[in-house]
T-cell receptor, first 111, second 114 residues
């Protein structure tokens, strides 16, 4: 059963903010939201994660709605190197819980 | 730190051949795992290990064996390769298996079984 729903693909102009949505309507209180990305032919790369508060790091910002049923990953100034598949993953914070990757969103940055 | 390394980068096998995909990490991570990625699909977990001497099955374990004799190494063995095992294989590691820990992925091994 898919825990997250993401658009299949998105385009964004270079230099603009890229906003990638993710729905996780069945998320439970102990589940975190993780974002990874995979640039063509490379291994996935961690971007950011959060529980209920908004988070920001040097790569991106994560905005989680108050009911935690959806979130948005924001790349503030997209560059061509941000072209990749972006995966939104929810995961428990106890036990032997593993990362479960879906098919993600293919983000294309347009010059 | 070299991070997570995988060898070989590319491999072609004939049906029925066996081989071992190597994975090593130098970050003293307890948790290691193997994923496979088929064209147009997300990553699927094959096997994982929460520490030396401990392994467990993931989502798609059939046809693969693993062992974890040291913290650093987590080899994946294909005992009798089949065309259905043609895929890109990624190894990953993290300090522990809690949600607060991020996983670091290797560059992948591209395997073709003829």
């Amino acid at each position: 059963d898919a825990k997250t729903t993401q658009p299949t693909s998105m385009d964004c102009a270079e230099g603009r903010a890229a906003n990638l949505p993710c729905n996780h309507s069945t998320i439970s209180g102990n589940e975190y939201v993780y974002w990874y990305r995979q640039i063509h032919s490379q291994g996935p790369q961690y971007i950011i994660h959060g529980l209920k508060n908004n988070e920001t790091n040097e790569m991106a910002s994560l905005i989680i709605t108050e009911d935690r049923k959806s979130s948005t990953l924001i790349l503030p100034h997209a560059t061509l190197r941000d072209t990749a598949v972006y995966y939104c993953i929810v995961r428990f914070n106890f036990g032997n819980e593993k990362l479960t990757f879906g098919t993600g969103t293919r983000l294309t940055i347009i010059p | 730190n070299a991070g997570v390394t995988q060898t070989p980068k590319f491999q072609v096998l004939k049906t029925g051949q066996s081989m071992t995909l190597q994975c090593a990490q130098d970050m003293n991570h307890e948790y290691m795992s193997w994923y496979r990625q088929d064209p147009g699909m997300g990553l699927r977990l094959i096997h994982y290990s929460v520490g030396a001497g401990i392994t467990d099955q993931g989502e798609v374990p059939n046809g693969y064996n693993v062992s974890r004799s040291t913290t650093e190494d987590f080899p994946l063995r294909l005992l009798s390769a089949a065309p259905s095992q043609t895929s890109v294989y990624f190894c990953a590691s993290s300090l522990a298996m809690t949600s607060a820990d991020t996983q670091y992925f290797g560059p992948g091994t591209r395997l073709t079984v003829l």
